[in-house]
Structure formats: C-alpha cells, structure tokens
C-alpha cells in the first residue's frame, strides 16, 4: 500500500513539474512576443517622426531651383533647354503632377485608361513648366519668406511670401503625405489655386468637347512654347 502511495505521489510530483514547466515556456513565449511587438511598434513610430516637415521638404527644392535661376552659365535663350531640364528634375522630385493631373480632370479621371492618363500628366506638365517656370526666369534674387505650415492629417500648407517691386506676393503651396514624404500638388498665388483655375477651365472644355478634345487643345498650347 506504501508504495503504491509513493509510486502516485512521484506521479503527481512530475505532472506538476511539467505543468509548471509548460507554464514557464508559455510565459517566456508571450514575453518574448510582446517584446517583438514593442520594437516593431518602436521602429514603426521612429520612421514615422524621421518624416521631414513639410517646410523643411519644400524648402531644397525651392533654393535648388532659385541657384539654378541665378547660375550666370544657365542664363540666356541658348540655355534654355539646359535651364529648364535641371528645373524640373527638382520640381519632378517635390511637386506630385498624378495628384494635380487627377484633380483638374475631376472624376472623369477614374475612367480613363492607364496610358490616356499618363499621357495627360505628361502634357499637364509641360503646360506648367511652359506656363509657369518661363515666368520665373526673369527671378533676380528677390528673397523667399517662410512664414509658417499648418498640418491636417495627411494635408500642409506651408506659407511664404516673396518681394517683388515693394510688394510681398503671398504664395501657399498645398501638399501631401505621399507615404515616407510631403509633396505639393497645389500653389495658392495671392489666393488663387492654379489647380482650381485649371480645374475649371477644363471643366467646360471636358463638357463640350470631351477628354480628346482637351487632349488636342493641351497638345497646341504647348506646341506654341516651342
């Protein structure tokens, strides 16, 4: 009878230490679980606060285009060409013209194909680099004022001023978090949205004449500049 009653006390004595030892491993597993997910929550929460400010994004590429504006070598009709393609590498790096092109077009843009909207973008752009880059190369220095950003969410306005003749142009650009970067997609000159401006003409283009039309009528424009 004693040893049977030994026999079962040893038996209960190594359940319990499996049990325990089961406990332990589930312990150690959650544990090491959890610190898995606090570093990745870490690392989550660090690249996100390594996101430069919207000023501080917009800022490069405005200074980088104004050195190339001043550059005495890139001045001049016969460097135009030149000129204008270092322009727009840094205007292509800050400014997102997918988002600006969709925009202007409106919900129709939704039904066009891949290549009927790659297409446009390429010419909306080059209706900005002639419609407004060709007015800034006759920028003589005037110093650019930031006066602060405002940030909703994924949406900033950084606003700046610039001097011209005694008075101050207010010049706002709109911008967007485009994953890991802010990008303009829109510039309030004195409280005009070139993107609205556009957006409306094109809307009664779009209305009589449809997206080939406007096609055709953006195809001209920019041959003109030529």
């Keep these: 009878m004693?040893?049977?009653?030994?026999k079962m006390f040893l038996y209960l004595k190594g359940m319990k230490s499996m049990k325990s030892t089961v406990m332990k491993?589930?312990?150690?597993?959650?544990t090491y679980t959890m610190l898995l997910l606090a570093v990745s929550a870490?690392?989550?929460?660090?690249?996100?606060?390594a996101i430069?400010?919207?000023?501080?994004?917009?800022?490069?590429?405005?200074?980088?285009?104004?050195?190339?504006?001043?550059?005495?070598?890139?001045?001049?009709?016969?460097?135009k060409i030149e000129r204008r393609a270092k322009i727009m590498a840094h205007v292509n790096s800050g400014f997102d013209?997918?988002?600006?092109?969709?925009?202007?077009i409106g919900k129709e843009?939704?039904?066009?194909?891949?290549?009927?909207?790659?297409?446009?973008?390429?010419?909306?752009?080059k209706l900005l680099e002639n419609a407004y880059i060709g007015k800034f190369e006759s920028y003589s220095g005037q110093e650019i004022q930031f006066l602060g950003e405002r940030i909703k969410d994924d949406r900033a306005i950084v606003a700046?001023?610039?001097?011209?003749?005694?008075?101050f142009i207010p010049i706002d650009y709109v911008m967007i978090k485009k994953e890991v970067k802010w990008m303009v997609y829109d510039i309030n000159i004195e409280g005009v949205s070139l993107v609205r401006n556009y957006m409306e003409q094109f809307k009664?283009?779009?209305r009589r004449d449809k997206f080939d039309g406007l096609v055709k009528l953006l195809e001209d424009k920019n041959s003109t500049f030529e």
């Design 2 to 6: 004693n040893r049977r009653v030994e």
């Design 25 to 30: 491993d589930k312990i150690i597993k959650y």
């Design 52 to 79: 430069p400010a919207p000023t501080e994004e917009i800022k490069p590429t405005l200074n980088a285009i104004i050195s190339i504006l001043l550059d005495p070598a890139l001045k001049g009709e016969e460097n």
């Design 109 to 125: 843009w939704r039904e066009l194909t891949p290549e009927k909207q790659d297409h446009f973008q390429k010419l909306f752009t």
């Design 97 to 104: 013209f997918r988002e600006m092109s969709q925009r202007v």
């Design 160 to 167: 700046t001023q610039i001097e011209n003749n005694g008075q």
């Design 42 to 49: 870490f690392g989550f929460a660090s690249s996100a606060l």
């Design 204 to 206: 009664a283009i779009l």
